[in-house]
């Protein structure tokens, strides 16, 4: 048989609203797709009941128009997106609220309340319209009847409120079921006037009985039991209490009772709500062991695993992780990270919570050490039963040996590349110095042979020093520092240098302290460095466009808790961009007759003596490097 007519205003696809199931259960189906054309629906056929789609244009409007034709109309809220949104914006307009789809069960519930509630008010208007002045008992039958239709509204939305709290939870609705909670309310003779479903299946049906009837002992009383302490105290009350179930079962329980007050400030109504102490203990142990297995697991696994909520805070981490990057529960993921590697948001953490798919991805992360560490990242969302994002998986895979091993093997292709360019000019000019020698010895020509030596002498010396810088890549040594007169290397390096420098017809200008000073030093290494920044300022100053004669400079300052070395060039200089990557692996001023080695192998021999070296340099206005190695660590290394 076909049922009442019912209202469905939703701009939704058909199948997308809860019309085609409204007229699977027999209803009379009348669809509007706006709020203009469901109101006017609504004056011409006055249904009961309304159901409203919340995103629907004018559905605000819309609802307080068919509030202001009918206050008494039921209306059904449906959206499909968050619940609490829709209660937000109708909670004082609409009597019921579902979110689609909506499950079978839940849609049957809602139902069958708005159809007892309509069923209601008929019955009160046709006692309403039939009563007679001397009739008291049907007056007081509207009373009651209102009463009980507004008492039974109380326990039935508190109800579905606790679903919904219950459903936003992890585990949802199995959870809340497992989890009895027996609402139900009470008037001033300490009578059941209404219960929800889950009290009447585990007490029965005690509608108009006493409220005592279902406890064990002292609370087996009208004053002993939660409601009668309720009404005698006239406050909020906790109480323990044995609560006997229609099974024979008795079951220890925390009884919360509060007080409802009519207009008049009298205790009218009373509440009371339990959950069964037994249940919640076995959950409660079921749910301890189950967390200490996964726990047990979640830190075996030897990849770093962290889990984040959706404000991007650390829930959890494992073992792993722990000893990785150190303790962060509870601060924001990327305040304590912050990758560097793509543009923001779009890491596989962020795009995880975007999306709510699983992400993977290159990460850069800094380790409780402070060094940097290169990691694969794996992102996967923790969804609830009903598809809401609530947590995200991340799991670090550490690849920064993998990297390094792959950064190695491509500047070893560069460097094969560089030196064997580099190596063939040399033996080019070693083939042309041989060739003058051989032509002025035919020839006869002492000049000849000399020029030809010279040659020889510096592709010679080219060969040494790529060599060397070659080795020193190749394998870094440890260095042997012994004491060391500073003012007599000083003074080995300038007189060697010192030719080179004003044969290239550049001024050498060598000013070396005069305090005497010993400290321990590899001197065969720091020779290598500074020959290699005092070899960049000739070039320099060979390559200078500009006419003028230029000069080095070579300092030697000795203060109290270091010393510094300084070569100061008049030559091009360089970009400010250029000098801060002149220290990198094949990095070169010079081009392609350059290697790239000499200045990264100068850092690195001036790091392993615990010092620095640093470059200022402006184009057009020469470069100014200072090595700076600090005594005290140096005497220490010399030590050990």
């Known amino acids: 048989m076909m049922k009442a007519p019912v209202l469905v205003v939703d701009d939704a696809p058909y199948d997308r609203t809860l019309a085609p199931a409204l007229s699977a259960l027999d209803y009379h189906v009348i669809s509007a797709r706006s709020g203009a054309a469901g109101l006017r629906q609504f004056e011409a056929m006055q249904p009961a009941w309304v159901v409203v789609g919340a995103r629907v244009h004018d559905?605000?409007?819309?609802?307080?128009?068919?509030?202001?034709?009918?206050?008494?109309?039921?209306?059904?809220?449906?959206?499909?997106?968050?619940?609490?949104?829709?209660?937000?914006?109708?909670?004082?307009?609409?009597?019921?609220?579902?979110?689609?789809?909506?499950?079978?069960?839940?849609?049957?519930?809602?139902?069958?309340?708005?159809?007892?509630?309509?069923?209601?008010?008929?019955?009160?208007?046709?006692?309403?319209?039939?009563?007679?002045?001397?009739?008291?008992?049907?007056?007081?039958?509207?009373?009651?009847?209102?009463?009980?239709?507004?008492?039974?509204?109380?326990?039935?939305?508190?109800?579905?409120?606790?679903?919904?709290?219950?459903?936003?939870?992890?585990?949802?609705?199995?959870?809340?079921n497992e989890l009895p909670y027996f609402v139900s309310i009470h008037?001033?003779?300490?009578?059941?006037?209404?219960?929800?479903?889950?009290?009447?299946?585990?007490?029965?049906?005690?509608?108009?009985?006493?409220?005592?009837?279902?406890?064990?002992?002292?609370?087996?009383?009208?004053?002993?039991?939660?409601?009668?302490?309720?009404?005698?105290?006239e406050s909020v009350m906790k109480t323990r209490a044995l609560v006997r179930y229609t099974s024979g079962s008795r079951v220890p329980v925390t009884v919360h009772t509060a007080p409802i007050y009519d207009n008049d400030g009298n205790i009218d109504l009373v509440i009371e709500i339990f959950a069964g102490t037994k249940e919640i203990e076995r959950l409660a142990e079921e749910s301890r062991r189950t967390h200490q297995r996964y726990k047990q697991l979640f830190d075996a696994v030897p990849s770093s695993i962290v889990v984040l909520d959706r404000r991007f805070c650390i829930n959890a981490a494992n073992r792993a992780f722990k000893e990785n990057y150190g303790e962060h529960i509870g601060r924001p993921f990327f305040d304590v990270f912050r990758p560097g590697i793509f543009p923001a948001y779009r890491d596989p953490i962020s795009r995880t919570v975007r999306t709510g798919e699983a992400q993977q991805g290159d990460m850069v992360l800094t380790n409780n050490e402070g060094m940097k560490t290169n990691v694969m990242a794996w992102t996967s969302p923790i969804k609830t039963a009903t598809g809401k994002l609530v947590q995200v998986l991340a799991i670090f895979a550490d690849v920064t040996q993998l990297r390094k091993l792959q950064t190695n093997l491509a500047n070893l292709g560069l460097m094969v590349s560089t030196l064997s360019h580099d190596l063939k000019g040399s033996l080019t000019g070693l083939d042309a110095g041989v060739y003058m020698i051989d032509s002025g010895f035919y020839r006869d020509r002492p000049a000849r042979i000399e020029e030809?030596?010279?040659?020889?002498?510096?592709?010679?010396?080219?060969?040494?020093?790529?060599?060397?810088?070659?080795?020193?890549?190749?394998?870094?040594?440890?260095?042997?520092?012994?004491?060391?007169?500073?003012?007599?290397?000083?003074?080995?390096?300038?007189?060697?240098?010192?030719?080179?420098?004003?044969?290239?017809?550049?001024?050498?200008?060598?000013?070396?302290?005069?305090?005497?000073?010993?400290?321990?030093?590899?001197?065969?290494?720091?020779?290598?460095?500074?020959?290699?920044?005092?070899?960049?300022?000739?070039?320099?100053?060979?390559?200078?466009?500009?006419?003028?004669?230029?000069?080095?400079?070579?300092?030697?300052?000795?203060?109290?808790?270091?010393?510094?070395?300084?070569?100061?060039?008049?030559?091009?200089?360089?970009?400010?961009?250029?000098?801060?990557?002149?220290?990198?692996?094949?990095?070169?001023?010079?081009?392609?007759?350059?290697?790239?080695?000499?200045?990264?192998?100068t850092r690195k021999i001036v790091q392993k003596h615990g010092g620095t070296v640093t470059v200022k340099s402006r184009p057009g206005e020469g470069s100014r490097f200072e090595i700076e190695l600090p005594r005290q660590a140096v005497a220490q290394a010399s030590d050990q």
């Not at 829709?86 to 839940?106: G, H």
């Not at 005690?206 to 009837?213: A, D, E, I, K, P």
Request: aromatic residues 8%.
């Open 59 to 176: 559905a605000s409007a819309l609802v307080d128009g068919i509030r202001r034709l009918d206050k008494e109309v039921q209306i059904l809220v449906t959206t499909t997106g968050e619940l609490e949104g829709a209660v937000e914006s109708f909670k004082d307009r609409a009597d019921e609220f579902i979110a689609l789809p909506a499950p079978a069960p839940m849609l049957a519930v809602v139902l069958r309340r708005m159809e007892n509630v309509v069923h209601m008010r008929q019955k009160i208007r046709a006692l309403a319209d039939n009563r007679e002045p001397r009739d008291r008992d049907r007056f007081q039958e509207v009373v009651d009847t209102e009463r009980f239709l507004a008492v039974r509204q109380i326990v039935e939305k508190m109800s579905v409120f606790i679903s919904q709290v219950a459903g936003d939870a992890q585990g949802g609705m199995r959870y809340f």
């Open 452 to 601: 030809g030596l010279d040659a020889v002498r510096l592709m010679t010396e080219r060969i040494r020093k790529l060599v060397t810088d070659i080795l020193y890549y190749a394998k870094e040594r440890d260095i042997h520092p012994v004491p060391t007169d500073i003012q007599q290397f000083a003074g080995e390096v300038a007189a060697n240098v010192a030719t080179k420098v004003k044969g290239a017809n550049i001024q050498f200008n060598p000013q070396i302290s005069d305090v005497p000073v010993e400290m321990s030093i590899d001197a065969d290494l720091i020779r290598t460095a500074l020959y290699n920044i005092i070899d960049n300022a000739v070039e320099a100053c060979i390559e200078s466009p500009t006419p003028d004669r230029h000069r080095i400079d070579f300092l030697v300052e000795v203060h109290f808790d270091r010393i510094t070395f300084i070569v100061e060039d008049t030559g091009g200089g360089m970009s400010p961009e250029k000098a801060k990557t002149i220290f990198d692996l094949f990095s070169s001023t010079k081009g392609r007759k350059g290697t790239g080695l000499g200045l990264y192998v």
């Open 187 to 233: 008037d001033r003779k300490c009578m059941v006037l209404a219960a929800n479903g889950i009290y009447n299946r585990y007490l029965g049906n005690r509608l108009y009985q006493n409220s005592w009837g279902i406890y064990a002992g002292r609370r087996g009383t009208r004053n002993g039991c939660p409601v009668g302490r309720t009404l005698r105290h």
